[in-house]
Structure formats: structure tokens, C-alpha cells
């Protein structure tokens, strides 16, 4: 684990520079140039002091990195949510508003027990993948008359 190698390695830094009778701003501001040389990395003082106090608390469970991005907390993919709107939207006999169909697929998911996405989500797939598929498949760039 990265964090824990610079930790470790600047906790030694700094016990070798309170033997040598160094103050710990000089020592971490050299241990930041070596870092920064060596290992093409900026760490700051701050970080520093915040992954050393996780590490002291918590060991290394506390250097485990806990953000995500939206992507990585969205629970599942609703792909199958997802093909049955489409389904449903492009119902044979007429299109089908995209809230009929979210409430059908909603039903199916249920049965199924698939993740659901928003209808916010559902109106945006529709929008950007369905409609510009269906366009190209009927040819509607706009009649020859």
C-alpha cells in the first residue's frame, strides 16, 4: 500500500531527524523534497499528518482511501431496468410516455428483482441512446418532397 510505504518511511525520516537534534518542519519539508525526487509524488504536510494520525488510529484500515465518485456508489447497474423501459417505450402498436414505460419496467424489476433507476435517469437513456437510434432507423433526416 502507497500511504503506508510513505508513512512509515516518513516516521523514520523523522526519527532519525529528532536524533540528529533536526525540528520535524525541516525534516518533513526534506522528506517532501526526497518524495517529490524519488517518487515523482507531492504529498503535503497536511496529508501527511492526517495519514499518519489514521494510521495511528485505526492501523492500516485507516489509510484506505474512502472516496468514490458517483459512478462508484451507484449500488448496480440497471441494465435490465434499463432494456425493459426500452422495450415498453418502443412497444409495438404506438410509443408508449416515458413514464408509462418507467411504470411498467418498474413493475417487471420488482418481480424480477433488478436495481431501478430514477425516472430522471430513464428520460436521460431515452434521450440520448433510444431516440437517436430510432431516428437513424426510420431515415428521419427530413423528407425528399
Known amino acids: 500500500m502507497e500511504r503506508l510505504a510513505i508513512v512509515q518511511a516518513w516516521q523514520q525520516a523523522l526519527d532519525e531527524g529528532r536524533a540528529a537534534g533536526l525540528l520535524q ?4 519539508a526534506a522528506f517532501q523534497r526526497w518524495l517529490m525526487d524519488e517518487q515523482g509524488r507531492f504529498v503535503s504536510r497536511g496529508t501527511l499528518y492526517q495519514w499518519r494520525r489514521a494510521w495511528r488510529r485505526d ?3 485507516g489509510l484506505i482511501d474512502q472516496r468514490t465518485n458517483k459512478r462508484q456508489r451507484a449500488a448496480a447497474p440497471a441494465t435490465e431496468f434499463l432494456a425493459a423501459v426500452r422495450r415498453w417505450y418502443l412497444q409495438p402498436g404506438g410509443l408508449h410516455s416515458i413514464e408509462v414505460a418507467f411504470s411498467l ?7 424480477k428483482g433488478w436495481p431501478v433507476c430514477t425516472l430522471r435517469e ?10 437517436p437510434a430510432l431516428t437513424r432507423e426510420r431515415g428521419c433526416h427530413g423528407s425528399t418532397r
Request: overall charge negative; charged content about 40%.
Open 122 to 131: 430513464a428520460e436521460r437513456f431515452i434521450r440520448r441512446e433510444v431516440l
Open 25 to 28: 518542519p525541516v525534516v518533513t
Open 105 to 111: 419496467s418498474e413493475r417487471e424489476a420488482q418481480e
Open 59 to 61: 492501523g492500516i484500515a
